[in-house]
């Protein structure tokens, strides 16, 4: 695609959407235009299946269109499970280790399962010290009992340790060997659930005819099925969780060991997207691992830059330069498209390759996250309105009489230090992009979530768009003033 088409294609987007091509706008100013509807009420909407269930890169779709941010201050497990639970995902970001980030990966895969297809084990000669260290670090109560040839033994549950004060003991000194229930690899979650309910046990281990363990279905997990119905789930039932690599040069050891711990997508993450060298990070990822690793890359905020990556072979593209909350590339260096322009004009090229744009950046409240979906994005990247909620990594503190909690953006000074602290690495300290900031304590996640999906049901009811992908084409947009915008805020309450 030339230049020429490439500005006829946004031209004509922008002309459709209502935006102009110059000067670039963000949220505020513009609003949705509202259109004549036929939805009764938002609630339609909300309790309809697959509303707003949308593709996020090649055959992995969300049932809510966010996705957390890959900061450090944002998603590692616990944000990426809660996120998954609610039917977004979320990204564990690269400031970890790779073995680190593997784990956290491992992590969330675990959290619910159809099937377990490699459950945790310790042999009879495992003393109890170990096999609780072991179920600490994935946050279990009981293990499966196997011998070197992985037959299995028996199971220690928490009955057969919890009073036990000697951690010298034996796995097999305490563990349930008699009376064990299994089933077959082939055993179905329904038929597995009926076992379960027969035999008033918890844990259903799965054994071929020799013995040998070949997976574990738990109570726990088919009661998590059905306590979070629109969780976001892999093909075996686990939930979808996605791993970060940068643009470093061991990154295609980075990206084998994240598949190897079965992350659903990888995310390439640099403040310049629209760069020689994440072009070549691309096309190298590419010619190692083929072209059905589901790719994302970014950061760009130019319809030029979204050609380049599509054409270098990525899944979606995550747009947005500058508009973080804890950004400041705009203030320093001066470069950023404001936000809404951006995802409107990477949209027009990224559509006719049917490749999803991600927002990532600028979003303050629920009507920019609305905004952002009806300019194209297929999903939206949060971070600074996620910041404090009890999954955020970190701990809250106490300051001024109030719970706070930290929130930084990945280029700050102080990001950077902890980075060659944590690494243990000597380096030097660029001029920063970024700052930190405390940020009040939220509670969980869930209910921040459940907000920004009502205000995004009744924006679709105004336009009348029974699923998102009719948002995507009906909503349009009209410039407003700074007084218009500032009509529509609350005022004169006293």
Same mark, same amino acid.
């Given at each position: 695609?030339?230049?020429?088409?490439?500005?006829?294609?946004?031209?004509?987007?922008?002309?459709?959407?209502?935006?102009?091509?110059?000067?670039?706008? !963000?949220?505020?100013?513009?609003?949705?235009?509202?259109?004549?509807?036929?939805?009764? !009420?938002?609630?339609?909407?909300?309790?309809?299946?697959?509303?707003?269930?949308?593709?996020?890169?090649?055959?992995?779709?969300?049932?809510?269109?966010?996705?957390?941010?890959?900061?450090?201050?944002?998603?590692?497990?616990?944000?990426?499970?809660?996120?998954?639970?609610?039917?977004?995902?979320?990204?564990?970001?690269?400031?970890?280790?790779?073995?680190?980030?593997?784990?956290?990966?491992?992590?969330?895969?675990?959290?619910?399962?159809?099937?377990?297809?490699?459950?945790?084990?310790?042999?009879?000669?495992?003393?109890?010290?170990?096999? &609780?260290?072991?179920?600490?670090?994935?946050?279990?109560?009981?293990?499966?009992?196997?011998?070197?040839?992985?037959?299995?033994? %028996?199971?220690?549950?928490?009955?057969?340790?919890?009073?036990?004060?000697?951690?010298?003991?034996?796995?097999?000194?305490?563990?349930?060997?008699?009376?064990?229930?299994?089933?077959?690899?082939?055993?179905?979650?329904?038929?597995?659930?009926?076992?379960?309910?027969?035999?008033?046990?918890?844990?259903?281990?799965?054994?071929?005819?020799?013995?040998?363990? &070949?997976?574990?279905?738990?109570?726990?997990?088919?009661?998590?099925?059905?306590?979070?119905?629109?969780?976001?789930?892999?093909? &075996?039932?686990?939930?979808?969780?996605?791993?970060?690599?940068?643009?470093? %040069?061991?990154?295609?050891?980075?990206?084998?060991?994240?598949?190897k711990a079965e992350a659903d997508i990888i995310l390439i993450d640099t403040a310049r997207g629209n760069s020689r060298r994440l072009i070549d990070t691309v096309l190298s990822i590419r010619k190692n691992f083929g072209s059905k690793i589901p790719l994302i890359a970014g950061n760009i905020d130019t319809p030029d830059a979204c050609l380049r990556l599509i054409n270098a072979g990525v899944d979606a593209v995550k747009v947005g330069i500058g508009g973080g909350s804890a950004c400041k590339t705009r203030m320093g260096p001066g470069v950023g498209i404001p936000q809404l322009s951006a995802i409107a004009e990477c949209t027009a090229i990224a559509r006719e390759y049917r490749v999803p744009v991600i927002a990532d950046g600028g979003i303050k409240n629920s009507s920019d996250f609305a905004k952002a979906l009806a300019a194209g994005a297929y999903a939206v990247m949060l971070g600074g309105l996620l910041a404090g909620t009890e999954e955020t990594p970190g701990k809250p503190f106490y300051e001024d009489g109030e719970k706070w909690k930290i929130f930084r953006g990945s280029a700050s000074i102080e990001f950077q230090m902890s980075r060659i602290d944590r690494e243990d690495r000597m380096d030097f300290i660029r001029t920063p992009e970024g700052v930190p900031k405390r940020v009040k304590y939220r509670g969980e996640v869930t209910p921040v979530l459940g907000e920004l999906m009502g205000h995004l049901y009744s924006s679709m009811s105004y336009v009348g768009a029974w699923t998102l992908s009719e948002f995507w084409e009906r909503a349009f947009f009209r410039m407003q003033t700074r007084s218009g915008y500032e009509e529509g805020r609350p005022h004169d309450v006293y």
């Amino acid at each position: 695609m030339n230049k020429v088409k490439v500005d006829k294609l946004v031209r004509k987007y922008l002309q459709q959407k209502g935006l102009p091509l110059s000067p670039a706008l !963000t949220f505020e100013d513009v609003t949705i235009v509202d259109q004549f509807s036929d939805i009764p !009420t938002r609630s339609e909407l909300e309790h309809a299946t697959g509303t707003t269930r949308m593709l996020v890169v090649k055959n992995i779709f969300l049932n809510i269109p966010v996705v957390s941010a890959n900061m450090d201050t944002i998603t590692e497990s616990r944000m990426a499970i809660a996120m998954a639970r609610a039917g977004g995902m979320g990204f564990i970001h690269q400031f970890l280790s790779v073995a680190d980030r593997a784990k956290e990966i491992e992590l969330v895969k675990r959290a619910h399962s159809g099937v377990i297809e490699k459950p945790l084990v310790a042999t009879p000669d495992t003393t109890l010290a170990a096999a &609780k260290s072991l179920m600490a670090e994935y946050k279990i109560s009981s293990l499966l009992v196997v011998d070197h040839s992985g037959k299995l033994l %028996g199971i220690l549950a928490r009955r057969d340790y919890m009073f036990e004060d000697n951690n010298a003991k034996t796995v097999g000194e305490l563990m349930k060997r008699n009376s064990l229930i299994t089933a077959s690899p082939h055993t179905t979650v329904a038929r597995a659930q009926k076992i379960l309910a027969e035999h008033k046990i918890e844990k259903l281990p799965l054994v071929d005819r020799k013995g040998i363990v &070949k997976g574990l279905i738990t109570a726990q997990d088919i009661a998590k099925t059905q306590r979070f119905p629109l969780a976001a789930r892999d093909e &075996k039932g686990r939930l979808l969780v996605g791993g970060t690599v940068g643009v470093s %040069g061991k990154v295609l050891y980075d990206v084998e060991a994240l598949l190897k711990a079965e992350a659903d997508i990888i995310l390439i993450d640099t403040a310049r997207g629209n760069s020689r060298r994440l072009i070549d990070t691309v096309l190298s990822i590419r010619k190692n691992f083929g072209s059905k690793i589901p790719l994302i890359a970014g950061n760009i905020d130019t319809p030029d830059a979204c050609l380049r990556l599509i054409n270098a072979g990525v899944d979606a593209v995550k747009v947005g330069i500058g508009g973080g909350s804890a950004c400041k590339t705009r203030m320093g260096p001066g470069v950023g498209i404001p936000q809404l322009s951006a995802i409107a004009e990477c949209t027009a090229i990224a559509r006719e390759y049917r490749v999803p744009v991600i927002a990532d950046g600028g979003i303050k409240n629920s009507s920019d996250f609305a905004k952002a979906l009806a300019a194209g994005a297929y999903a939206v990247m949060l971070g600074g309105l996620l910041a404090g909620t009890e999954e955020t990594p970190g701990k809250p503190f106490y300051e001024d009489g109030e719970k706070w909690k930290i929130f930084r953006g990945s280029a700050s000074i102080e990001f950077q230090m902890s980075r060659i602290d944590r690494e243990d690495r000597m380096d030097f300290i660029r001029t920063p992009e970024g700052v930190p900031k405390r940020v009040k304590y939220r509670g969980e996640v869930t209910p921040v979530l459940g907000e920004l999906m009502g205000h995004l049901y009744s924006s679709m009811s105004y336009v009348g768009a029974w699923t998102l992908s009719e948002f995507w084409e009906r909503a349009f947009f009209r410039m407003q003033t700074r007084s218009g915008y500032e009509e529509g805020r609350p005022h004169d309450v006293y």
